[in-house]
């Protein structure tokens, strides 16, 4: 089985930063992409930022300059560092993988089960 576990939300004053991390584990092959959703209440959840395997990034423009996305190949764990956070910014914060756990398999969505970010004075 595979498992996304994701840490490091919270509560942070405007213009703060966070990191979050979100770690793979299980049956896994490869990993073509990882990234990151949020979802405001009321809001649908929207794609913040995602990375592929070979480095190449894509943002929001609402987060552009301001959230960086990173991966670490070798643990399977994707990071998001988030700068200069505004009021906005706060939602749950999901990260996905699109992943295959044999050479056979197709690529799947794997969800994990997501992390509050809170941006509050």
């Known amino acids: 089985q595979v498992q996304l576990v994701e840490s490091g939300g919270g509560l942070v004053q405007p213009g703060g930063s966070l990191t979050l991390s979100c770690a793979a584990s299980?049956?896994?092959?490869?990993?073509?992409?990882m990234g990151w959703y949020r979802q405001a209440p009321g809001k649908q959840r929207e794609l913040v930022a995602s990375i592929i395997s070979g480095g190449s990034t894509t943002y929001a423009d609402s987060v552009k300059g301001r959230f960086t996305i990173s991966r670490d190949n070798a643990k399977n764990t994707v990071y998001l560092q988030l700068n200069s956070l505004k009021p906005e910014d706060t939602a749950i914060y999901y990260c996905?993988?699109?992943?295959?756990?044999?050479?056979?398999?197709?690529?799947?969505?794997?969800w994990g089960q997501g992390t509050q970010v809170t941006v509050s004075s």
């Open positions: 299980g049956n896994i092959f490869s990993i073509p992409a």
């Open positions: 996905y993988s699109k992943l295959r756990i044999t050479v056979l398999q197709a690529i799947r969505d794997y």
